[in-house]
């Protein structure tokens, strides 16, 4: 378990984490003024590095004196011309002081999720994972009591191990014992795979191919994180990034080979950052992209309470959110032994940033790992922190709190359809369509972690919804908002006096209903049906949440909806599409499978709903049929007749969805074999006639 050596040992020391405004006197006016001119005057000159010089003493003037949006801004300019420099990590240091100063405000709405994304393994449609790591005095290494303990079972349980290990109590190379006590709380694994004698041992071999196989044999689904934090020099695999990245690749090969229920975790540590891209084995060896992330709130025997995990994730995840992402590791320091100081207070509302906020602003983080250990019950040469949630009530509490919410997911399996989350929040700002009440949260940070004690919305003078805790949860009635005013975030101190306040402006638009499909507004003529059809499976759409209403319906596609509204969608899979459904409609004599992937005609349509009821139709006693039974109008619903039916048109998709609705109104039917022979249709005939000429 090198990696624990890692964060606060090695990071802290090697590379400070946090800068600190130099203790020095108030600067004068005309000091400043010079600056400011010899800033200017730089810039001109493209000098960059007096251009971050004379940032720098004006970002640490305005921090001394409070002024910390100035401060920010100047911090933010100072890495921005380091980087113009050529020396990109030297401002990282003041990149983590603005963020830790800044003051942050942001209105997040809930919002059905778009249908039909393209996930990848493991991945949930949306929510996020919770994982643990079970050294904690109250779980001691076993998942059983999780539950009873938080509330809560969580989706995935983490453990440690080397390059060649064997188990003695499985004789395995796999933690066989530990897998297996996952699978029966229907829980995953996460390992940290350590090449601990370095890079050069890691090779294709019995000992990994066997190590792959008996994960295979587990049966559960596993997380595994090869060789993290390879970013830091405290790792013995760190500082080759081409071998690193060919025996990522070479570990990932295996896994796809021999080990379908493993998905490949590729994780770096939040900092140092600068030597992070170097490491990425590419989109192709890559699973999810997680990274190790603590908060702590001190540095260099100073506190420093301004970290917020939320700030340090987001340069990486706007690098990598394009796979779904985890905190592999992560945890936040409530004790200090160094300063014998208690942090609760401060943790809880770090806990909320990383728990309440982070999946939700983020939502590319499908997966939590929270580092539940007390440093003092190591033997590791830093012993300073303490992320037991067991010793500090307060914490707990907050962690428990938030969990609760069904936005955590808490079993994964390899069968788990990982779609229980339906919704996601999106900036008030990004919002197009409100449809009556909405969730709402709001994002406050402050500077220096400061938390406020109440937060509301308004517009103009009217409170639209206010909120006492973190993560400021709150409900909008959408119906009493004027979309062309702004609405307006407030937060307050405990004496009700204002610590920040920002207005949104929204473009969006009311409707009745926000529908499943992007396409498909609730003044559509087929809304319902199209609605009604996804949530029954019958339809599902295309990549992106667009269902594409106009488009022209193939034989294929419409035989797929006609099926699984009668409930036999099985069986149209079992071959690969469109093969499975041509030869089900062989199977049952239907017409057309010869056209599967051309465009239906209306007539076609009648023709073979006229087959699933066990009828050999054609032409128009086939739309006779559907006319008589009520399971068609036609394109003129005031004028019913086989002309006005247009039967040699094509059909839409929402105008298939419409037929197939029909035929699960008129229940009491099930899909029959087509006759071989031709039906007589002297019935309907007549009665199309008595009815309709």
Do not use: C
Request: charged share 25%; glycine share 6%.
């Amino acid at each position: 378990m090198k990696k624990i050596l890692s964060l606060l040992a090695a990071v802290f020391l090697l590379v400070p984490l946090f800068h600190m405004p130099s203790e020095v006197s108030a600067a004068t006016a005309s000091e400043v003024k010079s600056w400011e001119s010899s800033l200017k005057s730089s810039i001109a000159r493209k000098s960059w590095n007096n251009a971050a010089i004379y940032s720098k003493k004006l970002a640490e003037h305005y921090d001394q004196k409070g002024q910390y949006d100035i401060a920010a801004k100047y911090y933010d300019d100072n890495a921005m011309y380091w980087a113009k420099a050529g020396h990109a990590d030297w401002g990282i240091q003041n990149s983590i002081r603005a963020d830790h100063i800044r003051t942050e405000v942001g209105l997040y709405v809930e919002k059905p999720l778009p249908l039909n994304q393209k996930l990848a393994k493991f991945e949930p449609t949306s929510g996020t994972y919770l994982g643990l790591f079970l050294a904690g005095k109250r779980e001691n290494a076993n998942p059983d009591p999780v539950k009873d303990i938080y509330g809560k079972n969580h989706a995935m349980y983490l453990t440690y191990t080397t390059w060649g290990k064997k188990y003695p109590d499985t004789n395995t190379y796999f933690p066989m014992t530990f897998a297996k006590k996952a699978k029966q709380n229907g829980s995953a694994i996460q390992i940290g795979f350590e090449p601990m004698n370095g890079l050069n041992e890691v090779k294709d071999g019995e000992y990994i191919r066997q190590f792959a196989r008996e994960a295979k044999e587990s049966g559960v689904p596993v997380f595994l994180r090869f060789a993290g934090e390879m970013n830091g020099e405290w790792v013995p695999w760190s500082g080759d990034p081409k071998k690193y990245i060919e025996k990522f690749r070479l570990v990932y090969k295996i896994m796809k080979e021999e080990a379908p229920n493993v998905a490949m975790v590729w994780s770096p540590n939040f900092l140092p950052r600068h030597n992070i891209d170097p490491y990425y084995p590419g989109d192709n060896y890559v699973d999810w992209v997680g990274l190790s992330l603590y908060t702590i709130p001190f540095s260099h025997g100073k506190e420093v309470p301004g970290g917020n995990p939320m700030d340090y994730l987001k340069p990486i995840y706007e690098k990598y959110s394009h796979k779904p992402m985890m905190v592999s590791e992560g945890a936040v320091s409530h004790y200090s032994y160094e300063q014998r100081k208690d942090y609760s207070a401060w943790a809880s509302g770090q806990i909320g940033n990383m728990y309440g906020f982070m999946p939700r602003i983020y939502p590319q983080i499908k997966a939590i790992t929270y580092f539940n250990l007390d440093k003092q019950t190591t033997s590791y040469d830093n012993q300073n922190n303490n992320y037991d949630l067991a010793a500090s009530p307060v914490v707990d509490k907050k962690y428990q709190t938030i969990i609760s919410s069904s936005y955590f997911l808490d079993h994964l399996t390899v069968d788990s359809k990982n779609d229980t989350v339906k919704t996601q929040y999106v900036p008030v700002e990004k919002i197009k369509e409100v449809a009556g009440v909405h969730n709402v949260f709001a994002y406050v940070k402050l500077p220096l972690g400061k938390q406020p004690y109440y937060v509301a919305v308004y517009q103009g003078k009217t409170k639209l919804a206010e909120s006492y805790a973190q993560p400021w949860d709150m409900k909008i009635d959408f119906k009493k908002v004027d979309p062309k005013q702004p609405l307006t975030v407030i937060a307050f101190d405990k004496n009700f006096k204002r610590l920040a306040t920002k207005e949104f402006k929204g473009s969006f638009t009311k409707v009745n209903k926000i529908g499943k499909f992007t396409d498909v507004k609730d003044t559509h003529w087929a809304f319902a049906d199209i609605e009604k059809a996804e949530e029954d499976g019958i339809v599902t759409g295309y990549p992106g949440g667009t269902f594409l209403p106009n488009n022209k319906v193939t034989t294929a596609e419409f035989m797929t909806m006609l099926g699984r509204s009668y409930g036999v969608g099985s069986e149209l899979e079992k071959a690969p599409y469109p093969k499975g459904v041509v030869d089900y409609m062989k199977t049952m004599n239907f017409p057309y499978h010869e056209k599967a992937s051309e465009a239906i005609t209306r007539k076609e349509v009648a023709e073979i709903i006229s087959g699933t009821r066990g009828l050999n139709l054609s032409g128009d006693d086939a739309i006779k049929y559907l006319l008589v039974n009520d399971l068609a109008k036609g394109k003129d619903s005031n004028q019913v007749s086989v002309k006005s039916y247009k039967g040699e048109e094509t059909l839409t998709r929402a105008e298939a969805v419409t037929f197939v609705a029909n035929i699960k109104k008129a229940a009491g039917h099930k899909i029959t074999e087509r006759p071989l022979e031709p039906s007589d249709a002297t019935v309907i005939r007549e009665e199309y006639q008595s009815r309709f000429e």
